[in-house]
């Protein structure tokens, strides 16, 4: 009788899986960013802080977005298609701006549209909080009443937020984003905030209705 031994290597036998990271964390997006008190010249005197473009082809982006954004978008369309607001979310952030981390937890992304740098985007993510609080925030370029150019603002949530009520810690990033932007040669105002639900539902308000509880006396500024 022949009796047939089969071997192992060693080096496959002690091979484990890797734990696959839950598409709702999004702890690991904080190595990409530079904290915000790091930053030496405050405006931003430039768009290149963090390590935004290695943020945006991590393969966990992708499913991050993916699995926050579900609702569906009406402004903006690509061959003859209404693109999802998890692409859309990429395609804004397209050329990299900043990544910028507050308070070791709050994750600021910016960018803007390849070849169309008028239509701009930022994405706010609370990577402390389980699942993760994503907000998007695009600009569309829209046309007033007397024929001038004015600035339109998407907002995107990832969960049910009101509008009287958002995350002060976004709506600083967000204030700090348009500031910033008006001083690199973006003097816009938003005449219009829609924010959208990941129900899909929308609520139009002003600007300044979004930051009135934030510019409350005792309120985060």
């Not at 009788?1 to 997006?29: G, R």
């Not at 993916?66 to 607001?85: E, G, L, Y």
């Not at 990033?173 to 924010?195: C, I, K, M, Q």
Request: with cysteine; proline share 8%; charged share 20%.
């Amino acid at each position: 009788m022949v009796t047939l031994a089969l071997v192992i290597p060693s080096s496959f036998a002690q091979t484990k899986p890797q734990a696959a990271t839950a598409p709702s964390d999004a702890s690991w997006a904080r190595g990409y960013a530079v904290p915000w008190q790091d930053i030496p010249a405050k405006p931003l005197t430039d768009n290149s802080q963090g390590k935004e473009s290695q943020l945006l082809n991590d393969p966990r982006f992708t499913t991050l977005l993916k699995s926050s954004f579900h609702q569906q978008q009406w402004f903006w369309f690509d061959h003859h298609r209404f693109t999802p607001v998890s692409e859309l979310a990429r395609l804004f952030l397209g050329v990299p701006g900043s990544a910028i981390l507050d308070e070791g937890r709050y994750l600021t992304a910016d960018g803007c549209v390849p070849h169309d740098c008028f239509d701009r985007g930022l994405l706010w993510i609370d990577t402390g909080s389980d699942p993760a609080t994503l907000l998007f925030a695009a600009t569309q370029m829209i046309r007033t009443a007397d024929g001038g150019p004015d600035t339109h603002l998407w907002l995107f949530a990832s969960r049910h937020v009101n509008f009287d009520d958002m995350p002060p810690d976004f709506l600083s990033s967000l204030e700090r984003w348009h500031t910033n932007d008006t001083a690199r040669g973006y003097p816009e105002e938003f005449t219009l905030v829609t924010l959208v639900q990941p129900s899909g539902e929308q609520v139009d308000v002003t600007y300044p209705t979004l930051n009135y509880q934030k510019n409350q006396s005792g309120a985060k500024k």
